[in-house]
């Protein structure tokens, strides 16, 4: 279990993106009364988190996989202008060759268009871009 993943990537994100700027929680979209986890209004950054993880099996977490992608879906709906982003906890399984991140972003790339998938690891504290250009 990871204590207070959002704040947590929040201190992470803001520090190696060198935002400079304190990042909003829980913004309100207009569509539909759904909020974005982590919204920078200034800088135009809105981040959606996810601390989700392969199951205990190594199988793929379908429904929160569809949550997954309900957020890139809300995410599409902000203007071209903003940089948009979700952010998984960094999961990965014995079973597996690739990230839970790594799965989505390669699994669901025709989905979140220019949304950008990344993942962060906690116990590095370290924030990777998984993919940064899904046109």
């Not at 759904?34 to 429904?63: F, H, Q």
């Not at 809300?74 to 202008?81: E, G, I, N, T």
């Not at 979700?86 to 949304?115: D, F, P, Q, W």
Request: aromatic share 10%; glycine share 4%; hydrophobic share 35%.
């Amino acid at each position: 279990m990871v204590p207070c993943f959002k704040a947590r990537l929040e201190i992470g994100f803001t520090s190696n993106m060198d935002l400079g700027l304190s990042l909003r929680r829980r913004y309100q979209l207009a569509i539909r009364q759904r909020s974005i986890d982590i919204v920078n209004l200034d800088k135009k950054i809105a981040i959606e988190c996810k601390r989700y993880t392969w199951t205990e099996t190594g199988n793929v977490p379908s429904t929160k996989i569809g949550f997954t992608n309900e957020a890139a879906f809300y995410l599409s709906f902000l203007p071209d202008s903003y940089e948009k982003y979700i952010v998984m906890l960094r999961s990965h399984h014995e079973k597996r060759n690739e990230s839970l991140a790594e799965y989505y972003s390669r699994s669901n790339m025709h989905l979140i268009g220019k949304t950008k998938v990344a993942e962060y690891d906690p116990e590095c504290d370290e924030l990777r871009i998984i993919s940064a250009d899904n046109k």
